[in-house]
Protein backbone atom coordinates (compact mmCIF):
# COMPACT_ATOMS: atom_id res chain seq x y z
CA UNK A 1 0.00 0.00 0.00
CA UNK A 2 1.23 3.28 -1.22
CA UNK A 3 1.50 5.34 2.30
CA UNK A 4 1.96 8.80 0.01
CA UNK A 5 -2.21 8.13 -0.52
CA UNK A 6 -2.56 9.71 2.96
CA UNK A 7 -0.28 12.35 2.45
CA UNK A 8 -1.00 15.84 1.98
CA UNK A 9 0.40 17.13 -1.64
CA UNK A 10 -0.89 20.78 -1.61
CA UNK A 11 1.15 23.29 -2.62
CA UNK A 12 1.96 26.05 0.68
CA UNK A 13 2.78 29.15 -0.49
CA UNK A 14 5.63 29.23 -3.88
CA UNK A 15 9.03 28.57 -4.51
CA UNK A 16 10.13 31.69 -3.84
CA UNK A 17 8.48 31.27 0.03
CA UNK A 18 7.13 28.48 0.92
CA UNK A 19 4.57 29.00 3.62
CA UNK A 20 0.47 29.19 3.61
CA UNK A 21 -1.79 30.24 6.32
CA UNK A 22 -5.69 28.66 6.76
CA UNK A 23 -8.81 29.47 8.90
CA UNK A 24 -11.01 26.42 9.14
CA UNK A 25 -14.12 26.72 11.05
CA UNK A 26 -15.95 23.85 11.86
CA UNK A 27 -20.13 23.78 13.23
CA UNK A 28 -20.52 21.52 16.70
CA UNK A 29 -20.18 17.76 15.21
CA UNK A 30 -18.32 18.41 12.33
CA UNK A 31 -14.82 16.65 11.11
CA UNK A 32 -12.63 18.79 12.15
CA UNK A 33 -8.93 17.41 10.67
CA UNK A 34 -8.87 14.26 8.31
CA UNK A 35 -5.83 12.04 9.36
CA UNK A 36 -3.28 12.96 7.20
CA UNK A 37 0.88 13.73 7.00
CA UNK A 38 3.11 16.31 5.55
CA UNK A 39 6.98 17.48 5.07
CA UNK A 40 6.36 20.68 6.07
CA UNK A 41 6.05 22.07 9.66
CA UNK A 42 2.85 23.10 11.30
CA UNK A 43 1.58 25.64 13.55
CA UNK A 44 -2.29 24.94 14.90
CA UNK A 45 -3.71 27.66 16.88
CA UNK A 46 -7.52 27.27 18.36
CA UNK A 47 -9.11 30.55 17.85
CA UNK A 48 -12.89 29.58 18.96
CA UNK A 49 -14.39 26.88 20.80
CA UNK A 50 -11.90 23.38 21.41
CA UNK A 51 -11.03 19.85 19.58
CA UNK A 52 -8.76 17.33 20.41
CA UNK A 53 -6.21 16.78 18.03
CA UNK A 54 -3.66 13.70 16.97
CA UNK A 55 -0.40 14.04 16.89
CA UNK A 56 1.11 10.32 15.84
CA UNK A 57 0.17 8.44 19.14
CA UNK A 58 -0.63 11.69 21.08
CA UNK A 59 -3.74 12.98 21.91
CA UNK A 60 -3.66 16.87 23.02
CA UNK A 61 -6.86 18.84 24.24
CA UNK A 62 -6.86 22.20 22.33
CA UNK A 63 -8.93 25.15 24.07
CA UNK A 64 -9.28 28.63 22.71
CA UNK A 65 -5.74 30.75 22.80
CA UNK A 66 -3.47 27.16 22.92
CA UNK A 67 -1.92 25.40 19.93
CA UNK A 68 -0.14 22.21 18.15
CA UNK A 69 3.33 21.89 16.41
CA UNK A 70 3.26 19.45 13.85
CA UNK A 71 6.59 18.21 13.25
CA UNK A 72 7.66 16.86 9.66
CA UNK A 73 6.28 13.15 8.95
CA UNK A 74 4.07 12.95 11.83
CA UNK A 75 0.64 11.96 11.01
CA UNK A 76 -2.04 14.10 12.54
CA UNK A 77 -5.94 15.11 12.93
CA UNK A 78 -8.98 16.60 14.67
CA UNK A 79 -12.04 15.25 16.38
CA UNK A 80 -14.48 17.22 18.09
CA UNK A 81 -14.62 17.50 21.58
CA UNK A 82 -18.14 17.86 23.69
CA UNK A 83 -19.83 18.44 20.67
CA UNK A 84 -17.82 21.72 20.71
CA UNK A 85 -17.43 24.18 17.34
CA UNK A 86 -14.22 24.73 16.84
CA UNK A 87 -12.32 27.35 14.23
CA UNK A 88 -8.50 27.24 14.29
CA UNK A 89 -5.97 28.81 12.14
CA UNK A 90 -2.97 27.17 10.81
CA UNK A 91 0.55 28.12 9.37
CA UNK A 92 2.05 25.87 7.35
CA UNK A 93 5.44 26.07 5.77
CA UNK A 94 9.00 24.12 4.84
CA UNK A 95 10.86 24.63 7.75
CA UNK A 96 13.93 25.52 5.07
CA UNK A 97 12.49 28.85 4.82
CA UNK A 98 14.52 29.62 8.20
CA UNK A 99 18.12 28.65 6.93
CA UNK A 100 20.33 30.62 4.52
CA UNK A 101 22.27 29.58 1.65
CA UNK A 102 25.79 30.20 2.92
CA UNK A 103 27.65 29.16 5.88
CA UNK A 104 25.78 30.39 9.16
CA UNK A 105 27.39 29.91 12.25
CA UNK A 106 23.80 30.90 14.01
CA UNK A 107 21.69 28.23 11.70
CA UNK A 108 24.39 25.16 12.89
CA UNK A 109 24.20 26.51 16.38
CA UNK A 110 20.26 27.00 16.86
CA UNK A 111 18.31 25.45 13.46
CA UNK A 112 20.08 21.99 12.30
CA UNK A 113 19.71 20.26 15.67
CA UNK A 114 15.40 21.00 14.95
CA UNK A 115 16.04 20.59 11.14
CA UNK A 116 17.97 17.11 12.07
CA UNK A 117 15.20 16.18 14.19
CA UNK A 118 18.16 16.08 17.22
CA UNK A 119 15.71 18.60 19.20
CA UNK A 120 11.77 19.24 18.52
CA UNK A 121 9.23 21.28 19.99
CA UNK A 122 6.34 20.96 22.43
CA UNK A 123 3.46 19.32 20.22
CA UNK A 124 0.86 20.99 22.51
CA UNK A 125 1.65 24.84 23.03
CA UNK A 126 -0.84 25.34 26.10
CA UNK A 127 0.63 28.93 26.43
CA UNK A 128 1.38 27.92 30.12
CA UNK A 129 5.04 27.48 30.13
CA UNK A 130 7.75 29.68 29.65
CA UNK A 131 8.12 30.75 26.39
CA UNK A 132 4.73 29.53 24.92
CA UNK A 133 2.64 32.80 25.47
CA UNK A 134 5.20 34.42 23.65
CA UNK A 135 5.36 31.99 20.75
CA UNK A 136 1.78 32.30 20.38
CA UNK A 137 1.92 36.20 19.85
CA UNK A 138 3.80 35.96 17.30
CA UNK A 139 2.35 33.30 15.56
CA UNK A 140 -0.75 35.17 15.76
CA UNK A 141 1.37 38.33 14.42
CA UNK A 142 2.40 35.70 11.52
CA UNK A 143 -1.55 35.23 10.89
CA UNK A 144 -2.15 39.17 10.50
CA UNK A 145 0.56 39.61 8.39
CA UNK A 146 -0.48 37.66 6.31
CA UNK A 147 -4.04 38.70 5.92
CA UNK A 148 -2.17 42.36 5.66
CA UNK A 149 0.62 41.60 3.20
CA UNK A 150 2.54 45.08 4.10
CA UNK A 151 5.35 45.67 1.93
CA UNK A 152 8.28 42.66 2.92
CA UNK A 153 5.57 40.74 4.72
CA UNK A 154 8.26 37.81 3.63
CA UNK A 155 10.90 39.37 5.10
CA UNK A 156 8.61 39.92 8.52
CA UNK A 157 7.37 36.50 8.43
CA UNK A 158 10.55 34.78 8.60
CA UNK A 159 11.98 37.11 11.22
CA UNK A 160 8.60 36.22 13.33
CA UNK A 161 9.28 32.49 12.91
CA UNK A 162 12.45 32.84 14.26
CA UNK A 163 11.28 34.41 16.87
CA UNK A 164 9.57 31.79 17.40
CA UNK A 165 12.14 29.30 17.68
CA UNK A 166 14.25 31.55 20.38
CA UNK A 167 11.30 31.58 22.23
CA UNK A 168 11.29 28.10 22.82
CA UNK A 169 15.00 27.66 22.72
CA UNK A 170 16.00 30.75 25.51
CA UNK A 171 13.97 29.19 27.82
CA UNK A 172 14.62 25.61 27.50
CA UNK A 173 10.84 24.48 26.63
CA UNK A 174 12.22 22.19 23.74
CA UNK A 175 12.75 18.21 23.76
CA UNK A 176 15.32 16.16 22.99
CA UNK A 177 14.22 13.70 20.34
CA UNK A 178 15.04 9.75 21.33
CA UNK A 179 14.20 7.81 18.41
CA UNK A 180 11.85 4.74 19.23
CA UNK A 181 12.57 1.86 16.60
CA UNK A 182 8.93 0.38 17.96
CA UNK A 183 7.13 3.91 18.01
CA UNK A 184 8.74 4.70 14.48
CA UNK A 185 7.47 1.14 13.48
CA UNK A 186 4.24 1.71 14.48
CA UNK A 187 3.51 5.13 12.84
CA UNK A 188 4.67 3.85 9.24
CA UNK A 189 1.99 0.56 10.02
CA UNK A 190 -0.90 3.05 11.04
CA UNK A 191 0.30 5.37 7.90
CA UNK A 192 -0.22 1.71 5.44
CA UNK A 193 -3.47 1.25 7.22
CA UNK A 194 -4.85 4.55 7.17
CA UNK A 195 -3.86 5.14 3.50
CA UNK A 196 -5.37 1.23 2.96
CA UNK A 197 -9.01 2.73 4.44
CA UNK A 198 -8.76 5.85 3.06
CA UNK A 199 -8.51 4.36 -0.59
CA UNK A 200 -10.83 1.85 -0.41
CA UNK A 201 -13.17 3.46 2.18
CA UNK A 202 -15.87 3.05 -0.43
CA UNK A 203 -15.29 -0.81 -0.86
CA UNK A 204 -16.37 -3.69 1.59
CA UNK A 205 -13.51 -3.65 4.11
CA UNK A 206 -12.44 -5.99 6.71
CA UNK A 207 -10.00 -6.44 9.09
CA UNK A 208 -8.26 -9.44 7.14
CA UNK A 209 -7.57 -7.03 4.18
CA UNK A 210 -6.12 -4.83 6.35
CA UNK A 211 -4.26 -7.24 8.22
CA UNK A 212 -2.40 -8.38 4.88
CA UNK A 213 -1.39 -4.75 4.20
CA UNK A 214 0.94 -4.70 7.47
CA UNK A 215 1.40 -8.70 8.12
CA UNK A 216 -0.18 -8.82 11.46
CA UNK A 217 -2.45 -11.08 12.52
CA UNK A 218 -6.30 -9.96 13.02
CA UNK A 219 -6.26 -9.95 17.27
CA UNK A 220 -3.10 -7.73 17.02
CA UNK A 221 -4.39 -5.81 14.70
CA UNK A 222 -7.55 -4.78 16.47
CA UNK A 223 -5.88 -4.11 19.83
CA UNK A 224 -3.10 -1.91 17.64
CA UNK A 225 -5.37 -0.36 15.91
CA UNK A 226 -7.68 0.69 19.12
CA UNK A 227 -4.35 1.85 21.43
CA UNK A 228 -3.15 4.18 18.51
CA UNK A 229 -6.27 5.45 17.31
CA UNK A 230 -8.45 5.26 20.47
CA UNK A 231 -11.50 3.91 18.09
CA UNK A 232 -12.09 0.59 16.59
CA UNK A 233 -11.57 -0.10 13.09
CA UNK A 234 -15.22 -0.22 12.29
CA UNK A 235 -15.47 2.92 13.78
CA UNK A 236 -12.85 4.90 12.14
CA UNK A 237 -14.16 3.54 8.66
CA UNK A 238 -17.34 4.21 9.69
CA UNK A 239 -16.25 8.49 10.36
CA UNK A 240 -14.20 8.34 7.39
CA UNK A 241 -17.35 7.45 5.36
CA UNK A 242 -19.85 10.06 6.85
CA UNK A 243 -17.35 12.56 6.44
CA UNK A 244 -16.84 11.65 2.97
CA UNK A 245 -20.59 11.72 2.42
CA UNK A 246 -21.34 14.96 4.49
CA UNK A 247 -18.67 16.55 1.92
CA UNK A 248 -21.04 15.17 -1.24
CA UNK A 249 -24.06 16.37 0.74
CA UNK A 250 -22.32 19.70 0.55
CA UNK A 251 -21.31 19.93 -2.65
CA UNK A 252 -23.31 18.12 -5.05
CA UNK A 253 -27.47 17.06 -5.51
CA UNK A 254 -26.82 13.13 -5.65
CA UNK A 255 -29.76 11.29 -4.38
CA UNK A 256 -28.81 10.05 -0.75
CA UNK A 257 -29.07 7.21 -1.31
CA UNK A 258 -26.26 7.17 -3.91
CA UNK A 259 -24.63 9.04 -1.89
CA UNK A 260 -24.65 5.72 0.56
CA UNK A 261 -23.54 3.28 -2.65
CA UNK A 262 -20.63 5.82 -3.38
CA UNK A 263 -19.18 5.73 0.09
CA UNK A 264 -19.47 2.17 0.66
CA UNK A 265 -22.86 1.32 2.18
CA UNK A 266 -25.26 -1.13 0.63
CA UNK A 267 -28.27 -0.23 3.23
CA UNK A 268 -29.58 2.75 3.18
CA UNK A 269 -31.23 2.53 6.80
CA UNK A 270 -28.35 1.56 8.48
CA UNK A 271 -26.45 4.36 6.66
CA UNK A 272 -29.21 7.43 7.80
CA UNK A 273 -28.62 6.02 11.14
CA UNK A 274 -24.87 5.58 11.28
CA UNK A 275 -24.90 9.82 10.05
CA UNK A 276 -27.26 10.74 12.12
CA UNK A 277 -25.22 9.87 15.21
CA UNK A 278 -22.28 11.30 14.33
CA UNK A 279 -23.95 14.54 12.95
CA UNK A 280 -27.14 14.62 15.37
CA UNK A 281 -29.17 15.21 12.29
CA UNK A 282 -30.40 12.88 9.19
CA UNK A 283 -28.63 12.92 5.58
CA UNK A 284 -31.73 15.18 4.43
CA UNK A 285 -31.86 17.68 7.48
CA UNK A 286 -28.26 18.04 7.34
CA UNK A 287 -28.12 18.61 3.45
CA UNK A 288 -31.43 21.22 3.97
CA UNK A 289 -29.35 23.04 7.10
CA UNK A 290 -26.22 23.26 4.61
CA UNK A 291 -28.20 24.43 2.01
CA UNK A 292 -29.55 27.27 4.03
CA UNK A 293 -25.80 27.94 5.57
CA UNK A 294 -23.16 27.66 3.08
Known sequence: MDKAILK????HGNDSFPLGTYTI???AGE???????????????????????????????????????????????????????????AIVFNPNLLCSTSFDPLQIKFIDPFLNEHYTLPAFISGKEAGESEAL?????????????????????????LLVLASFIKNHTFHTKTIHPTHNRKAEQL???????????NKKINSNDICQQVHINESYFCRFFKQMMRQTPIEYINMYRMNMAAKLLRDNDQKILDIAWSVGFDNLSYFNSVFKKQFQATPSEYRQKKSRNP
Open 31 to 89: NILDCHWHDEWEFLLVTAGKATFQIDTAYYPVEKGQGIFVNSGCIHAGYPLQNSACTYR
Open 25 to 27: EHE
Open 191 to 201: KTILSFIHQNY
Open 8 to 11: EHRI
Open 137 to 161: LYLLNILKICEDLPFAYELTVKAQL
